[in-house]
């Protein structure tokens, strides 16, 4: 019996669109930095990006408003990426586009999300899934804020005249803020950079909490409709 609700646990885990967005943001996170350095891997990166959540917005919303914004924030924004390498544009002013244009995108993705995982009807696994995807966007988004204040304020991190801190570099500190581990080995320097650290620190602390108060509010409910249907309830 406890081996066929394992199975059935599993089987509906793997046919959960959130559980395919989790997946695919961890893998881009993980790959990043290994495939970053292959011919034309950013570009690889930047359009698989843009795919997952792009697919994402549409799976969390039924209405096609939300997809045509995705895709007028994610199209230019990847654009304006592969403009910039191949040279036909000023490569940090494309930068700069770029970098507004995906923050943008990830502004949208997540609210969409949040939306779907924070409804008032029954927390399911595919919505603990969906805020565990959020949290991971909630990192890059605030990496690609990071990245346009860098080009705003070359020095905003302490890298030397110069020399820019690199994407990844940024997404790892981006994380460490967001999870209370600190930036790492960055240093802050900027004013406006260091609001962007507090505001992240704080949103992160509070997702988890608001997240977990979610979860506590509604077992009790749970155990209550268990309980007048008759059904088993663990522990009891």
């Not at 997946?23 to 930095?33: M, R, T």
């Not at 988004?141 to 994407?167: K, V």
Request: proline fraction near 4%; aromatic fraction near 12%; include cysteine.
């Amino acid at each position: 019996m406890a081996f066929a609700r394992l199975q059935s646990r599993f089987a509906r885990v793997f046919t959960q669109r959130c559980f395919y967005l989790f997946v695919s943001l961890l893998a881009l996170v993980g790959a990043a930095p290994f495939v970053a350095d292959l011919e034309h891997g950013r570009d690889f990166l930047n359009v698989a990006q843009v795919l997952v959540l792009v697919a994402a917005v549409a799976a969390m919303s039924h209405r096609p408003m939300p997809f045509v914004i995705a895709l007028l924030l994610g199209l230019p924004a990847l654009g304006a990426q592969l403009f910039g390498v191949a040279g036909m544009d000023d490569p940090g002013r494309a930068a700069i586009v770029t970098n507004a244009f995906y923050l943008a995108f990830y502004v949208v993705a997540i609210i969409y999300l949040l939306a779907y995982v924070f409804t008032e009807d029954v927390m399911s696994d595919d919505k603990l899934f969906g805020a565990a995807a959020g949290y991971l966007m909630l990192g890059i988004g605030w990496a690609y804020a990071y990245a346009l204040q860098q080009r705003i304020d070359p020095a905003a991190f302490g890298a030397s005249e110069g020399q820019l801190r690199s994407f990844y570099e940024l997404l790892a500190m981006s994380f460490g803020l967001l999870t209370s581990n600190g930036p790492g080995d960055i240093v802050v320097t900027g004013i406006r950079v260091k609001a962007l650290v507090i505001l992240e620190q704080v949103v992160g602390t509070l997702f988890v909490a608001i997240l977990i108060a979610r979860l506590a509010g509604l077992y009790p409910a749970r155990v209550r409709e268990a309980r007048e249907r008759g059904d088993p309830i663990d522990g009891e």
